[in-house]
Each structure stands twice: as C-alpha cells, then as structure tokens.
C-alpha cells in the first residue's frame, strides 16, 4: 500500500514540474512581446524607415526631393553642351559611395548635366551639392558653374560659380526661391576649361552628392 502511494506520490511532483515549466515558458513570450511592442510603439510603429530618394529625411527633419549620389544610372539626368563631351558615370572618384558622375571637356567647350526637381509650388528649398576639380596642370583655368530656372523658361539665374585650378571635394548649398520662378525648377551645373595651355591638356570635373530638400 505504502508502494502505491508512493508512485502515485512522485507523478504528482512530475505534473507540478510540467506544469511550473510551462507557466514560465508562457510567462517569458508574453514579456517578450510587450517589450517589443512598447519598442516599436517608441521609434517606428510600422517597421519602415526613410530611404535616400524622394520623401521624409528620417531623424534630419529633412524633406528630400533629389538626392543623388550616382551609384545607380545617369538616366534621371540630362547631358549636353557645344561639343560631345558628355557628362558620365566614373569610378575613379568618388565622395561617397564609388561612383560620381564627372566630365571631360575639351578646351573652350562647355558641357552640362542637369534635371528637373518636382519640389513644392512656393516657398524655398537648398540644393546641396560636392564637386571637384582635376586639371592636368596649374596654369589651366577652370570654370564651375550651376543655374537654376523656371519650368520651362529658356531663363536661368546663376546660383554659384568657381573659376581656378584645381580643387579637392569641396561642398556648396544655395537656396532656391520657389515663389520666383514657375515649379517644378531644372537645375543645371557647367563644367568648361576656358584656358588649358595646350589641346592635350584637361580638366576634369566630378560632382556627387547632390539633394535638394526643404528642412
């Protein structure tokens, strides 16, 4: 008799532990999951974050509508100028990333790259921009130059200008008044080597990095 309540007495302590394991395992998950849910509640409730194109600028309070760094394709961008030095994709410099796009003009040519930004109808906005200059020698004169103008307006306001020599990554803003010119805006930089020495000399230009946004 003694034997039987003792068997019977060892598989009630087995079901108390069962049962205490599972209690704590149910415990834990529930605890689990109020902490994430009070995280997310706290940061990102659902679980997306701010990219670098177009939209919120996440933590910076920015709102971008251009911000470009050139890793992808120049095909957002158009390329011209008096002769058929293009504007393209390089890997040799870079600011970011590993790619800017740059230009090679020949001598007394100038070439542009520019773009149409949909930014708001009024108000103002800063376009921010990196660029640099490579000449083959010191005695070349570089000229660097952005505009900006009206949707569809052959007239453009000049926002920066740089003439020199050569120049390491250097960065420029500028505002952009929106209530002076028809939206959405184009914005368009100049490269040209208005004095190079000789044929065979160049200079090139890179730029990246270039956003336009309202804070």
């Known amino acids: 008799m003694n034997y039987i309540k003792n068997i019977f007495y060892k598989a009630s302590l087995v079901r108390v532990f069962i049962l205490i394991f599972f209690f704590s395992l149910f415990f834990t998950n529930c605890e689990d999951n109020s902490n994430e849910d009070f995280t ?15 939209g919120n ?8 509508y251009l911000n470009d760094g050139f890793e992808g394709s120049i095909d957002r961008w158009g390329t011209g100028g008096s002769g058929s030095d293009n504007w393209f ?15 090679i003009p020949n001598n007394a040519d100038y070439t542009y790259i520019s773009t149409s930004v949909n930014t708001p109808g009024n108000g103002s906005v800063k376009l921010t921009f990196y660029y640099k200059v490579a000449c083959d ?3 070349m004169v570089s000229d660097f130059s952005v505009y900006v103008s009206g ?13 020199g020599g050569s120049k390491n990554w ?5 505002t952009i008044n929106l209530n002076a010119i028809a939206t959405p805006p184009t914005i ?6 208005s004095y190079g020495g000789n044929s065979s000399n160049k200079c090139t230009y890179f730029l990246d990095d270039v956003s336009v946004y309202r804070d």
Do not use: M
């Open 40 to 54: 997310n509640s706290l940061f990102n409730s659902d679980g997306s974050g701010n990219g670098g194109g177009s």
């Open 57 to 64: 600028g996440g933590s910076s309070g920015k709102t971008y």
């Open 89 to 103: 994709i390089t890997d040799s410099e870079s600011r970011t990333g590993s790619n800017s796009a740059a230009a």
């Open 137 to 139: 020698n010191s005695s």
């Open 151 to 163: 949707n569809n307006s052959s007239t453009q306001s000049q926002i920066f200008v740089r003439t």
């Open 170 to 174: 250097s960065i420029k803003t500028s």
């Open 188 to 193: 368009r930089f100049y490269a040209q080597t």
